[in-house]
């Protein structure tokens, strides 16, 4: 049951009691906050938006052979990890700070995009010509072994 709104920082937060638990419950950037109080809820809301400097940086995401484009909104409050918004997805997700070096690329332009894509698949069809190649030259030397030494005759007393 919606009980009213409440700005806190700037931001205007719907407010509603939860019938089956009496939680007071809102929602920001996606997530659901929840305390027993309203007076609870609104302390957690002013720590979480006063500690929350938010950006909005275009960016894109390295999934696999996918380039996805990204907003890159800040660092989360507590363990320091990236967050960023993806396109048509409800909240905030989180990336380890140290690994987006290896996943984030600036914006590209169309040209460029072609580019990745065309590298990607030179970099698969020349890994499936080396594993073509390493399965025709591989021997299983324990065995080349074991067939050698059957063929020569033991030594003589």
């Known amino acids: 049951m919606k009980i009213g709104t409440q700005t806190i920082n700037g931001v205007?937060?719907?407010?509603e009691v939860l019938p089956?638990?009496?939680?007071?419950?809102t929602e920001w950037d996606g997530d659901t906050v929840e305390s027993t109080t309203k007076a609870a809820?609104?302390?957690?809301l002013t720590q979480m938006t006063r500690d929350s400097v938010r950006v909005a940086i275009s960016a894109v995401l390295i999934d696999g052979?996918?380039?996805?484009?990204?907003?890159?909104t800040g660092f989360?409050?507590?363990?320091?990890?990236l967050l960023y918004k993806l396109p048509n997805r409800k909240g905030i997700q989180q990336m380890y700070k140290y690994s987006s070096t290896e996943k984030m690329l600036r914006v590209l332009t169309a040209a460029e995009q072609a580019d990745y894509k065309a590298l990607i698949k030179a970099q698969r069809d020349a890994q499936k010509a080396l594993d073509r190649w390493l399965k025709a030259h591989r021997i299983d030397g324990a065995e080349t072994?074991?067939?050698a030494l059957?063929?020569?005759e033991a030594p003589k007393p």
């Open 65 to 72: 052979d996918e380039l996805i484009p990204i907003t890159l």
């Open 41 to 44: 809820l609104i302390a957690r």
């Open 76 to 81: 989360h409050q507590s363990n320091g990890n």
């Open 145 to 147: 072994v074991r067939k």
């Open 150 to 152: 059957a063929k020569t």
């Open 20 to 25: 089956a638990t009496g939680m007071f419950r």
């Open 12 to 15: 205007k937060f719907e407010i």
